[in-house]
């Protein structure tokens, strides 16, 4: 088999794998992979800066059923936190795929709505945070982390490197 059969593969089934992981009862609709295209506002790099600590996300365009992210929290000392990000589709499912430092065990947030200017995901089942949200905004766009019930919130107010 050739590597890029065998690269395709290992990527499929580890989609299928972290979607599978979805809590039943956590999707309130069947999506169709298709609406991962109203998510292209998202590509590109962005930053948010606070106190000296940058926040860097950047997502690849969509190829395939994924959008690929990471994110990257630093100072001029050190890195201070970093992520391996995804929004996949597989099985009627959206969702956003955190592994959190890398972990090898990925946290699996469903979207539960999505607009030209919005998408959300939510975990209830999940420490912190539950709900994951992205704006479009007229500058960048602005991720917000919360519990179900809003407190707890952060936000990140990216703007376009």
């Given at each position: 088999?050739?590597?890029?059969?065998?690269?395709?593969a290992?990527?499929?089934?580890?989609a299928f794998?972290?979607?599978?992981?979805?809590?039943?009862?956590?999707?309130?609709?069947?999506?169709?992979?298709?609406?991962?295209?109203?998510?292209?506002?998202?590509?590109g790099?962005?930053?948010f800066e606070?106190?000296?600590?940058?926040t860097?996300?950047?997502?690849?365009?969509?190829?395939?059923?994924?959008?690929?992210?990471?994110?990257?929290?630093?100072d001029?000392k050190?890195?201070?936190?970093?992520?391996?990000?995804?929004?996949?589709?597989?099985?009627d499912?959206?969702?956003?795929?955190?592994?959190?430092?890398g972990?090898?065990?990925p946290?699996?947030?469903?979207?539960?709505?999505?607009?030209?200017?919005?998408?959300?995901?939510?975990?209830?089942e999940?420490?912190?945070?539950?709900r994951i949200?992205?704006?479009?905004?007229?500058?960048g766009?602005?991720?917000?982390?919360s519990m179900l019930?809003?407190?707890?919130?952060?936000?990140?107010v990216?703007?376009?490197?």
């Amino acid at each position: 088999m050739s590597k890029t059969v065998i690269t395709v593969a290992r990527t499929a089934l580890v989609a299928f794998l972290c979607l599978s992981a979805v809590p039943q009862g956590l999707v309130t609709r069947r999506w169709d992979a298709a609406e991962l295209k109203q998510l292209a506002w998202m590509s590109g790099t962005w930053a948010f800066e606070e106190n000296g600590v940058v926040t860097e996300e950047h997502w690849r365009p969509l190829q395939g059923t994924t959008l690929l992210g990471t994110s990257h929290t630093y100072d001029e000392k050190k890195t201070r936190f970093f992520e391996f990000l995804r929004v996949s589709a597989a099985k009627d499912t959206i969702a956003y795929i955190a592994q959190p430092g890398g972990a090898p065990t990925p946290t699996v947030f469903p979207m539960v709505s999505l607009t030209e200017q919005e998408v959300v995901f939510e975990n209830p089942e999940h420490d912190h945070p539950q709900r994951i949200r992205y704006s479009k905004t007229e500058r960048g766009m602005t991720a917000t982390v919360s519990m179900l019930d809003g407190t707890r919130s952060q936000s990140f107010v990216f703007e376009r490197r």
